[in-house]
């Protein structure tokens, strides 16, 4: 299948057209999936001088990293949920390695972006808004543990009068203001990625399922056309593969998450709703995200679907959201409207391992991948070359299994979405 029509297809600038695999390659690593994880993991490994084959199903960036709303923050996901579990084993330098962990993925994109030229919009400022009053103290703390780590000049807080300054909106009741925080083509980001990869010599291969794979003595992946016999695989096909069910079954769950963009604003009405081109979400756990594109449209997601289902029409369900954001919208166009799929962790901690001594996997960001793939991608790169250290630590989290949810979805988890929004709604 090719990409989906969405407003990051129709402003691509490379329009990959790599081979379908056809023959028997060997290589030192294989991976499966042309996502920001399977890319930016092939960088890190080309990099090291390791040879590497990349197999995508469709193409590169088809998934949730061709599709999502392009906001990179230091919203590690499960954070609370590492802070537990390390806190046991490293006592108190586990908050320092989390809050660590949290801005490595912005160095490495920035860095990755600089050193191969490409092209993908990159912006910084993020706005993280208190939708309730009673956010505003959980606000504050994060922001004492900010300034705590030296970021002062990054985040700083602004009152409800200073968010309507800057928005055009009646909604929030303050915000958190992070200008470490990026935003960006996501798209164009990945296949830049991949551009970058095959220059190293990466061997990518488009349209090329993998249908089977094998760990152990002579580890390999099938595809209907071809085997890449390889010394270690990692799997990186995230909510879109259905994969060692034996090993990774249950723990992983599909969220369908809408996105859309309007028409091109006239500048005036550009700068008039987001004046400084801040990236921004709110703080209900089922969530509206927003901001400008470099052509000055409106992206506006959120109409999350926990139940694995795909969303009807995801235009007039988002409609009511960005009007009541931005009542200066009302009626807007909207020219491009679609879905991705998301990997949801029950614990928010995402799933990376090893099975069968040398097949790897990183998967499960529960919507905060684009900075959390390429933080994992690094980790796993840095296994493969002896350097366990961070590694052990992902690995050594303990998950719960939820069997069918890949497949279904999970009832429960929709269910306490559902719960959280119906109790959202009731306290207005
Ligand atoms: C609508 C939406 C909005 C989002 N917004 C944000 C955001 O603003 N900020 C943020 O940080 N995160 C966001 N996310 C999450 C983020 O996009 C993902 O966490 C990230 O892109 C995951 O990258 P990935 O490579 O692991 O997975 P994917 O990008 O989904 O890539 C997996 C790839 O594997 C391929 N594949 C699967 N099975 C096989 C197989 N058997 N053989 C070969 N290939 C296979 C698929 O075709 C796919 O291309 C959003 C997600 C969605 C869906």
């Known amino acids: 299948m090719d990409r989906i029509d969405n407003y990051y297809t129709a402003t691509l600038n490379d329009h990959t057209a790599y081979p379908t695999l056809d023959g028997d390659i060997d290589v030192d690593i294989a991976v499966v999936g042309g996502g920001f994880t399977g890319i930016a993991t092939a960088v890190e490994l080309a990099e090291r001088g390791f040879s590497v084959a990349v197999c995508e199903a469709h193409r590169v960036g088809w998934g949730a990293s061709g599709r999502n709303g392009g906001q990179v923050t230091g919203s590690l996901s499960g954070d609370q949920a590492m802070l537990s579990q390390l806190r046991k084993t490293h006592g108190n330098d586990a908050a320092d390695f989390i809050w660590h962990l949290r801005w490595e993925g912005h160095d490495i994109i920035r860095e990755r972006i600089a050193r191969y030229a490409i092209d993908c919009d990159l912006k910084t400022g993020h706005l993280q808004t208190a939708w309730h009053e009673r956010d505003v103290p959980e606000y504050q703390q994060m922001l004492q543990l900010a300034h705590s780590y030296g970021m002062e000049d990054d985040v700083s807080w602004l009152s409800r009068d200073e968010?309507?300054?800057?928005?055009?909106?009646?909604?929030?009741?303050?915000?958190?203001?992070?200008?470490?925080?990026?935003?960006?083509?996501?798209?164009?980001l990945c296949v830049g990625e991949a551009r970058a990869a095959a220059s190293l010599g990466v061997q990518i291969f488009e349209q090329t399922k993998v249908l089977d794979i094998k760990g152990g003595r002579k580890p390999a992946l099938k595809t209907a056309n071809g085997t890449i016999r390889a010394k270690k695989i990692v799997l990186a096909g995230n909510a879109y593969h259905r994969l060692a069910r034996k090993q990774l079954?249950?723990?992983?769950?599909?969220?369908?998450?809408?996105n859309m963009t309007t028409q091109i604003l006239d500048a005036e009405l550009a700068a008039k709703i987001n004046s400084e081109d801040l990236a921004v979400y709110d703080s209900r756990m089922v969530l509206d995200y927003y901001r400008l594109t470099a052509d000055n449209r409106l992206m506006f997601g959120?109409?999350?679907?926990?139940?694995?289902?795909?969303?009807?029409?995801?235009?007039?369900?988002?409609r009511p959201s960005l009007e009541s954001t931005f009542p200066a919208l009302k009626g807007i166009q909207i020219e491009y409207a679609w879905t991705g799929t998301a990997g949801i962790v029950m614990n928010r901690i995402p799933l990376v391992g090893k099975f069968e001594n040398n097949v790897y996997y990183a998967q499960g960001y529960s919507g905060h991948g684009i900075a959390t793939s390429h933080i994992v991608a690094e980790v796993i790169?840095?296994?493969?070359?002896?350097?366990?250290?961070?590694f052990d630590v992902f690995a050594g989290f303990s998950h719960r299994r939820v069997p069918g949810a890949q497949i279904f979805g999970s009832g429960m988890l929709a269910l306490g979405m559902w719960y959280y929004q119906f109790k959202e709604k009731l306290a207005g």
Do not use: C, M, Q
């Open 163 to 188: 968010v309507h300054s800057i928005l055009d909106t009646p909604l929030y009741h303050g915000g958190l203001r992070n200008r470490r925080n990026l935003h960006l083509h996501s798209l164009n």
């Open 249 to 258: 079954g249950g723990l992983l769950f599909p969220a369908v998450l809408g």
């Open 302 to 318: 959120g109409g999350t679907n926990y139940s694995g289902r795909d969303i009807n029409n995801v235009a007039d369900t988002l």
């Open 381 to 390: 790169a840095e296994a493969l070359t002896g350097t366990l250290e961070k």
